[in-house]
T-cell receptor
Framework: EAGVTQFPSHSVIEKGQTVTLRCDPI?????LYWYRRVMGKEIKFLLH????????ESGMPNNRFLAERTGGTYSTLKVQPAELEDSGVYFC???????????????FGPGTRLTVL | SQKIEQNSEALNIQEGKTATLTCNYT??????LQWYRQDPGRGPVFLLL?????KEKRKERLKVTFDTTLKQSLFHITASQPADSATYLC??????????FGAGTRLAVHP
């Protein structure tokens, strides 16, 4: 079984540019999560999809971040325009559980390292 | 606000000894507590999950305890090996939703 994949692995962009990160969850996992780790800090939650719907987007920093999951399969996270403080590693995770039968194990991808210059 | 504390300093131990890592939390009543391993340049890898009504969980050389009164979890690696060297993350959750992570503890096992 393929794990969670993320693309690209690294991205270096100038301040003010746009970047789109992609995540492919494990097949059959309805839950998809985005997290971020900025330098020296802990991994922090950004948002949670259940299928194509946003279940919780309380961690999104501001409206420069837009996440989509059309069709309930892969997800994209767009940052527009990027700022210096957006630099960090963006992780995607997926899980199988539901609110009725919670299976809380989240499987993480390798992350995308974003550097904004 | 919710806070999770893990030993910020690296833990150095000799091969064959037991490593014990600590996770303390405040202002939260998690339904689940999880431990993940993270190697440099990689994403966190799930190790163990323990529920609020469980006191202890084991998996091979790993053991996790969960004390909801003390608001503390201990993570043990017995007969440690150099390959166990990594950063270990504690994470809490209330269900199938978001994980709240600690900053992690770096473990170094020396031959």
């Amino acid at each position: 079984e393929a794990g969670v994949t993320q693309f690209p692995s690294h991205s270096v962009i100038e301040k003010g540019q746009t970047v789109t990160l992609r995540c492919d969850p494990i097949s059959g996992h309805d839950n998809l999560y985005w997290y971020r780790r900025v330098m020296g800090k802990e991994i922090k939650f950004l948002l949670h999809f259940v299928k194509e719907s946003k279940q919780d987007e309380s961690g999104m920093p501001n409206n420069r971040f837009l996440a989509e999951r059309t069709g309930g399969t892969y997800s994209t996270l767009k940052v527009q325009p990027a700022e210096l403080e957006d630099s960090g590693v963006y992780f995607c995770a997926s899980s199988h559980g539901t609110s009725v039968y919670p299976t809380d194990t989240q499987y993480f991808g390798p992350g995308t390292r974003l550097t904004v210059l | 606000s919710q806070k999770i504390e893990q030993n910020s300093e690296a833990l150095n131990i000799q091969e064959g000894k037991t490593a014990t890592l600590t996770c303390n939390y405040t202002n939260y009543s998690p339904a689940y507590l999880q431990w993940y391993r993270q190697d440099p340049g990689r994403g966190p890898v799930f190790l163990l999950l323990i529920r609020e009504n469980e006191k202890e969980k084991r998996k091979e050389r790993l053991k996790v305890t969960f004390d909801t009164t003390l608001k503390q979890s201990l993570f043990h690696i017995t007969a440690s090996q150099p390959a166990d060297s990594a950063t270990y993350l504690c994470a809490l959750s209330g269900g199938y939703n978001k994980l709240i992570f600690g900053a992690g503890t770096r473990l170094a096992v020396h031959p």
